[in-house]
């Protein structure tokens, strides 16, 4: 499959897609004290055709019933990616807010536009032992994000990612996008924004490279394997010890799909977040993607036989480039976390990201 990055290599770069974050972050943060956490939300201005696929053990979530394709309410007008555990469902309260103020939502009567209800999905991460327990997102924190969405936005150890960890090192927020350049869907973009927190590893302990690096091979990252002193101590570091985990994040895409289609992007998108963290999906982590549609293209597929779907074609190509955006995004959220709370991160322990440092041998 051809393809290329977007402008931003981001969620963003599907038009219509906007991200905000929130979050508070004491520098001298410990586990059990301080404050480390915050959350991340996807507008959607509009509404956009959304679906869900959850595949880990301890879920924590919000409105997935919703987006079940046999359901009536096929759009979301916003995602919640939140710490906090389910306390940090609560964000969704201020997501809501934001969105009614702004006249958002599904309208419910005809007489009166600001009669409108938001749908606001969403899920959690479990990162209430990385500072104090009682620090959690809260709707202010939803309101916030929500109001700080735009096109440009950071990643690291930002927004919901402030109190991941991965594995045994330090987690937070990526992203990735694909243009496709070939067949039926040549000129869709396909993206993926991912919040890192796996009780699985993310990186080889064999040669420290991050195991999302496999299918694009390490170079393309600009990675090459530690040198062995650097590895030792690595592989040394403590596994990680909560019972509450989760990847949680968003696929996104411009090609028109309908709930079904989106229901089997997501899906796919998982097999993406199952090559970049091992294991996954564990009894352990609560693993949940969510796909959206801003429908902007309506790519011609041709004739198909009349038992398959008309968009099968381009779906194919769709789902494929969901699942290297999602393994991207996973490396890119380790690549970019910074050190909180002692965490160390994949930088700090191998090297800067251009992969020539004090931690890559030669």
């Given amino acids: 499959m051809r393809t290329q990055s977007g402008q931003r290599n981001s969620l963003t770069d599907v038009a219509g897609v906007l991200v905000g974050h929130h979050h508070v972050l004491d520098r001298d943060a410990t586990p059990g004290n301080g404050a480390a956490t915050g959350c991340t939300v996807v507008r959607l201005p509009g509404g956009a055709t959304a679906a869900v696929d959850v595949r880990g053990g301890g879920p924590g979530t919000r409105e997935t019933d919703v987006l079940d394709p046999s359901n009536s309410v096929r759009h979301a007008h916003a995602i919640l990616l939140t710490g906090g555990s389910a306390y940090g469902l609560a964000a969704a309260d201020g997501v809501m807010r934001l969105l009614e103020e702004q006249g958002e939502g599904v309208p419910m009567d005809p007489a009166d536009p600001t009669r409108v209800v938001p749908i606001v999905p969403g899920a959690v991460i479990f990162d209430l032992p990385v500072g104090d327990w009682g620090i959690r997102p809260t709707a202010e924190f939803g309101y916030r994000a929500a109001a700080a969405a735009g096109v440009d936005f950071e990643r690291g150890s930002v927004g919901a990612g402030v109190g991941a960890r991965a594995g045994s090192i330090k987690g937070g927020i990526g992203s990735a996008s694909v243009v496709l350049g070939e067949g039926p869907a040549a000129g869709v973009t396909v993206a993926a924004l991912v919040v890192a927190n796996p009780v ?67 899906t796919t998108a998982h097999d993406g977040l199952a090559r970049a963290v091992r294991p996954a999906h564990s009894p352990l982590d609560g693993d949940t993607l969510f796909a959206v549609s801003t429908g902007a293209l309506r790519p011609e597929t041709g004739p198909l036989p009349a038992a398959f779907p008309p968009d099968l074609i381009v779906l194919d190509a769709v789902c494929t480039a969901a699942a290297v955006c999602v393994e991207r995004a996973i490396v890119d959220a380790i690549r970019r976390a910074t050190p909180v709370a002692g965490i160390p991160s994949y930088g700090e322990l191998f090297g800067d990201r251009c992969g020539s440092g004090s931690g890559i041998a030669e």
């Fill in 200 to 266: 699985g590893s993310v990186f080889d302990p064999r040669t420290g490279l991050p195991w999302g690096a496999g299918t694009d091979g390490p170079e393309f990252f600009g990675l090459r394997c530690a040198a062995p002193e650097v590895l030792a101590r690595a592989n040394a570091l403590a596994v990680k010890g909560t019972v509450l985990n989760t990847t949680i994040g968003v696929v996104a895409t411009d090609a028109a799909l309908d709930p079904v289609s989106l229901r089997r992007m997501a």
